[in-house]
């Protein structure tokens, strides 16, 4: 079986790629001239090069291939200007999925990786509850609006007229999509809570609100499993959420780390939000001065103001047979081993 992964120079792009080659699939990797191949190995993982901008070049490469599957995880979580996350999340998107159904590609399955992001600050009384698939999304950041928009064009080709097929005279088979929705992914590689681990390295530990907050995490090899269930069982139109099925506090992910990090002293302080809402300003304007994304800017300060990222996985635990593997406690454990084995610690 072919399968192309968009993304897989990435975080979790590569562990996907790395998985599919264990499964003996043909795997291709779609990269950029800029793309750091450092995770792809060498010569057992073909590239192809691909500009998600350009449905036109899309359909030239796509045209002397043939795809059983697709996992599209490329898209930004960072941005100087919120417009890049719609051109490059929701448009990148469109232009592929165009270009794979303009060539015909015999697909048995895409797989999109979008995010719980896309729901936003819902269920946010207290005691909060999990999300469902059935609550109204409300994203309050460009991030999750630019995941939610590339969702409804998927959501469109579920039910295609003769017309909008383009034959005339038959509906088109709808596209074969299944959008996995993962909350914070963690583990070797991912560069947003290794800083924290950095963070508590030097003896400091940042908290921001004071009302409670419910946290959810994923440890990377989990979602590669629920990548590959969905490529295997994934209903058309299904959507997942994907977590350890735990619900931690705010302190729990920082007291593993600390604990990992052979707890060094530590001074913890708890930001109120507008305090948070100015430095994000700030780091929003030096972005832009400098035309370098910054860690902490608006789309950040939403997400961590969000007080309830509690989610139900209960239709990928049926549905697709998802059982996560790893919980928070191990994959700490295995995160800070890694960042010390690679020097980043």
């Not at 995490?217 to 997942?240: C, H, M, P, W």
């Amino acid at each position: 079986m072919k399968i192309l992964i968009t993304g897989a120079t990435g975080f979790i792009g590569s562990f996907v790629a790395e998985e599919a080659l264990r499964q003996g699939m043909e795997v291709w990797a779609a990269v950029r001239k800029s793309s750091s191949t450092a995770y792809l190995g060498e010569g057992r993982i073909e590239r192809i090069e691909l500009d998600l901008s350009s449905e036109r070049q899309l359909i030239d490469s796509f045209s002397s291939h043939r795809f059983d599957y697709v996992v599209h995880c490329a898209g930004v979580t960072k941005c100087i200007d919120s417009r890049d996350f719609f051109r490059v999340n929701t448009e990148g998107t469109k232009h592929l999925v165009n270009a794979l159904r303009a060539t015909r590609q015999p697909l048995k399955r895409f797989v999109y990786l979008s995010s719980l992001s896309v729901y936003g600050p819902v269920r946010e009384k207290m005691p909060y509850t999990a999300i469902r698939t059935d609550d109204i999304p409300c994203p309050n950041t460009a991030y999750g609006r630019s995941k939610l928009a590339a969702e409804a064009f998927l959501d469109s080709l579920l039910t295609l007229s003769p017309e909008a097929s383009g034959n005339g005279d038959r509906a088109e088979e709808p596209f074969p999509f299944v959008v996995l929705r993962p909350t914070g992914v963690y583990g070797p590689r991912e560069k947003d809570y290794f800083m924290m681990a950095s963070s508590i390295k030097k003896h400091l530990d940042l908290s921001v609100g004071f009302r409670p907050q419910d946290l959810t995490f994923i440890y990377v090899s989990d979602v590669v499993q629920a990548v590959f269930l969905a490529l295997e069982r994934g209903r058309t139109g299904g959507k997942y959420f994907l977590s350890d099925g735990g619900v931690y506090s705010s302190r729990t992910f920082s007291d593993l780390l600390r604990r990992e990090l052979g707890n060094p002293w530590l001074l913890r302080l708890r930001v109120p939000l507008w305090i948070l809402r100015a430095i994000a300003g700030i780091g929003e304007l030096a972005g832009r001065a400098t035309g370098k994304a910054t860690a902490l800017n608006n789309d950040k300060y939403h997400i961590m103001k969000q007080r309830n990222w509690h989610c139900d996985i209960e239709p990928a635990r049926r549905e697709l047979g998802f059982h996560p593997a790893v919980m928070l406690d191990e994959g700490v454990k295995r995160s800070v081993e890694w960042y010390r084995r690679e020097g980043w610690l």
